[in-house]
């Protein structure tokens, strides 16, 4: 009897060691197979156990005490019973490689645990400021002129001159957008001189929206001065910030000095093609714009070693990509005339339900919001997902009118709805490490992405086939999107995505 009170005791000191806050060992640092310590993922076949997560400790936590209220007490009940669960697992012998090892005690606590990458210490995280919800307004007013380009044709599809200059004009527009959207994520501050700035393109933004029209050739020298004039903006805020910023480093000066460069080249491109087209009739901005984007894209590796703050980065990309959507609420307000069948305005609604509910499900619930990253790509990817939704606004407005041949206008929409979703699975980069899609996953989408362009190939011709297939392809996406997600937390064994 008296060696079963000593057991007891013994066990009792031993949860005490790893339960009580008070206990300098309370905190124990513990590698988790697959994941190493910034989060980054590991080769699991050279990972191996190590000797200190082989002991099936007890490590309940106390339910009771000060500073436990109700709330507290139930969230603590359900840990323990996870951990009991866990407990009865198989034990793994040393060495065993994680893949063959997934059954030990913290793997499985660990994976019930829907886990982002870790803050950075003493991060503050940067918070979306009203002047920047300000200032995308001034985009979504762009991009509607630019849609205005397609309001003549009520009886005939666009011609591919039109297309080509919607694709110029709205990649002008969001290349504006992500400059601005990378210098203020780095570097914006409340200051004035920074709200000076972004009035000063807001203003210049207008000149530029009043000639994106179909004759925007008429308005060139108008377009490209207040362009020019946005991208010197650009580059003397990288130079002031440069010369006059406290507490930048090497690497901060370096990033604002190629600003300074690929901004000013840029504006030296611009300002060039005024007069060639002027007296020669020569357009030569679009390699202005390419040269801006490759610019940028070239800077990746110094980008990559100063991390972009990911959560601002990705609030205001969803912010624009709601006001985009919004765009096209308005687009689809055609189908509401009265006399029409409600067959004809629910369809086009449930278009663009479906395809906002695919992208705020992967925003909400797999995106990795503290994900160490440069950003770029997560720009490109958005800077082509805008022009993808306002694209297929355009194709909703022009299904919704009658004499406008049905084959092309079907088509366009099957495109860019194709496009739209590769940009969605492309962003899966930047998922929770855990809730990324496998292989066989990405397979099954894209076999849904080729029958459904197939199968738009061949009912193109019939207007309400294509657009109850569109349908049907857009919820199908999202609903396997949400079975995928569903599978892989029960996989974890955290429960399903609805309560």
């Keep these: 009897m008296d060696q079963d009170k ?128 300000f200032y995308d307004l001034i985009f979504v007013y762009s991009l509607r002129t630019i849609n205005a380009l397609f309001h003549s044709y009520e009886e005939a599809f666009p011609s591919i001159d039109v297309i080509l200059t919607f694709v110029f004009l709205t990649a002008v527009v969001m290349q504006v957008w992500m400059f601005t959207t990378m210098f203020f994520n780095r570097y914006g501050r409340k200051a004035l001189r920074d709200y000076i700035s972004i009035f000063v393109n807001m203003y210049l933004l207008y000149y530029m929206a009043s000639g994106s029209n179909i004759h925007w050739l008429d308005h060139y020298t108008r377009y490209h001065a207040a362009w020019a004039l946005i991208m010197a903006n650009l580059a003397y805020r990288s130079w002031d910030k440069m010369r006059f910023a406290p507490r930048l480093d090497n690497l901060d000066r370096e990033i604002l000095k190629n600003n300074v460069i690929i901004l000013g080249f840029e504006f030296v491109l611009i300002v060039a093609s005024i007069p060639l087209h002027y007296y020669k009739d020569i357009v030569i901005s679009p390699v202005a714009l390419i040269v801006g ?81 440069s950003g770029l790509g997560f720009l490109v990817i958005h800077v082509i997902m805008i022009l993808a939704i306002n694209s297929t606004t355009i194709a909703l407005e022009l299904l919704a009118r009658p004499k406008v041949p049905v084959f092309p206008k079907t088509m366009w929409m099957a495109i860019t709805m194709f496009i739209y979703y590769i940009c969605l699975l492309s962003t899966e980069r930047y998922a929770k490490e855990q809730l990324k899609m496998d292989f066989a996953s990405y397979i099954k989408i894209a076999a849904i992405l080729v029958g459904y362009i197939v199968l738009m190939l061949l009912t193109g011709h019939n207007q309400i086939f294509g657009a109850i297939i569109t349908v049907v392809f857009v919820f199908g996406v999202f609903f396997m999107f949400l079975h995928r997600h569903h599978i892989r937390l029960k996989e974890m064994k955290v429960g399903g995505y609805i309560e």
């Design 293 to 373: 984007y490759v610019g940028k894209l070239k800077e990746h590796q110094v980008y990559a070693k100063r991390p972009c703050d990911f959560p601002h980065f990705a609030e205001r990309n969803l912010l624009l990509v709601i006001l985009t959507f919004g765009e096209m609420i308005i687009g689809i307000s055609g189908f509401f005339s009265e006399g029409d069948h409600i067959l004809f305005n629910i369809i086009p609604f449930f278009i663009v339900i479906g395809m906002f509910l695919s992208y705020g499900f992967f925003y909400d619930n797999v995106l990795d919001h503290h994900k160490k990253t």
């Design 6 to 133: 000593r057991d007891y005791q013994d066990k009792k000191d031993y949860i005490k060691k790893f339960t009580d806050p008070e206990n300098e060992d309370y905190m124990e640092d513990v590698d988790i197979p697959g994941i190493d310590s910034d989060g980054s993922s590991m080769n699991k076949d050279e990972y191996v156990i190590k000797p200190k997560i082989l002991e099936r400790m007890e490590i309940h936590v106390r339910t009771q005490g000060e500073g436990i209220d109700e709330e507290e007490h139930k969230k603590r009940e359900y840990f323990n019973k996870i951990v009991d669960e866990a407990a009865s697992a198989a034990q793994v012998e040393q060495g065993t490689p994680v893949k063959e090892a997934e059954g030990s005690l913290l793997y499985r606590i660990w994976s019930r645990v829907n886990k982002e990458s870790p803050q950075p210490k003493d991060h503050v995280e940067k918070k979306v400021e009203y002047i920047e919800l």
